[in-house]
């Protein structure tokens, strides 16, 4: 297995991923998420993995000074007129996570990392150069898609001969993944590195609603109950992506057993 690029999807990407209620849903909580966690000054940002510049372009409009390092080129092209149409700069890097540390000089206040673990041959092996691009102090944005919604989502579709298998993989040209991702094993690899601030689920309910109701129901109010549902104690972790802001743990606080909040001590 590989990590997978969407050179060839871009397109489909885009219309899957933000021509609906679930893109918006999706951008609707990173950012509520990120208004609460961050400062009021500019920050310097490193969007890895950034597709299509959603997340990036809201950011710049706010005043940080956005990177986006995107290995598809149909996807960074697609990011850089966004940017241009709305009159927005940016750093612009077409490379795979594997190539950063060796082009980027210095670390970033500010790293996001979303729905890129899950397309990855080794999810695991990008944590450490994770935690090399954040500055002490700094903040992450990990967004990844929850293994543990795909299996109650099958569970309620009835596909019990697929859970026997246990193959939650997406097939070759499906948007599904191919290695979603077990919260639980994440928080312990990310365990003694990273101080969490928040943790929330992205749709906790709309992805689970009939059809019929999907398509008839008004974007402001799944909106509304989305965001006042992400961190509900029984409804967050079956968010079809879970959306965690950490902080690097220094070594100082490494060395003291009582003042860092592990990430396998909150409720996922």
Avoid at 107 to 124: I, N
Avoid at 134 to 156: E, H, K
Avoid at 233 to 248: K, Q, T, V
């Amino acid at each position: 297995m590989s990590d997978r690029h969407f050179d060839q999807l871009a397109t489909r990407f885009a219309e899957k991923i933000y021509g609906g209620a679930k893109g918006a849903i999706r951008l609707a909580v990173l950012q509520a998420d990120l208004m609460e966690a961050l400062p009021q000054r500019p920050l310097r940002v490193l969007d890895i993995g950034a597709g299509l510049g959603h997340m990036s372009l809201w950011l710049a409009e706010r005043g940080h000074l956005v990177t986006l390092a995107e290995p598809a080129e149909p996807m960074l092209e697609g990011a850089r007129q966004r940017f241009a149409e709305a009159g927005q700069t940016a750093t612009f890097i077409q490379a795979p996570w594997q190539d950063l540390l060796g082009q980027l000089t210095e670390p970033y206040d500010l790293v996001l990392c979303h729905a890129v673990l899950e397309w990855l041959a080794e999810p695991h092996a990008i944590l450490p150069v994770l935690h090399q691009l954040t500055v002490p102090g700094g903040w992450l944005s990990l967004a990844f898609y929850n293994r543990d919604a795909l299996i109650y989502r099958n569970l309620l579709k009835g596909h019990f001969r697929k859970m026997r298998k246990n193959d939650m993989a997406g097939e070759k040209q499906s948007l599904t993944p191919q290695q979603p991702l077990d919260p639980r094993e994440l928080a312990a690899q990310l365990d003694g590195l990273w101080q969490v601030e928040s943790q929330s689920g992205v749709r906790v309910f709309h992805d689970y609603m009939p059809v019929e109701f999907q398509a008839r129901a008004n974007l402001q109010d799944l909106l509304e109950i989305e965001l006042a549902h992400r961190r509900h104690p029984s409804f967050a972790g079956l968010g079809r992506y879970l959306h965690w802001i950490f902080r690097p743990v220094s070594s100082a606080q490494c060395g003291r057993s009582t003042c860092v909040v592990s990430v396998s001590s909150c409720c996922l």
